[in-house]
């Protein structure tokens, strides 16, 4: 019998192989992305003492698009780039968060390269 895929548990498991081997320290935080339907999410964490440094969505009022597609992750990556560099973090490791690295996920990561962060 064919059973139907559920994809946020198939999400989950990916986030979770990723997680063991992606973590954020106080010298390199991690940036964890967040796609919904309507928002997309990007902070910057240090996993060490387990605060969030920086944090961006689509929710925010600078933020002028405010859907969750390729235009609204070019501008939610340009910004966090932006507060990241305003705080000294210039090194990040990117966590996709169990998203496949393709659309959404791949501007966010490019439009956060070309302002200025490094990963």
């Known amino acids: 019998m064919i059973t139907k895929i559920?994809?946020?548990e198939e999400r989950q498991?990916?986030?979770k192989r990723v997680r063991t081997k992606i973590s954020g320290t106080t010298e390199i935080p991690r940036l964890a992305v967040c796609?919904?339907?309507q928002n997309i999410i990007a902070q910057i964490i240090d996993d060490v003492k387990g605060e969030?440094?920086?944090y961006v969505s689509?929710?925010?009022k600078d933020i002028k698009t405010k859907k969750a597609n390729k235009e609204a992750a070019k501008e939610v990556g340009t910004a966090i780039a932006k507060k990241a560099l305003?705080?000294?973090i210039k090194n990040v490791v990117f966590d996709r968060g169990g998203f496949i690295y393709h659309?959404?996920?791949k501007e966010l990561a490019d439009a956060a390269r070309e302002a200025g962060l490094e990963f």
């Open 52 to 54: 969030t440094l920086v």
């Open 6 to 8: 559920n994809r946020k």
């Open 58 to 60: 689509t929710m925010d």
């Open 13 to 15: 498991r990916r986030h």
């Open 86 to 88: 305003d705080k000294k």
């Open 103 to 105: 659309g959404v996920v």
């Open 35 to 37: 796609r919904t339907n």
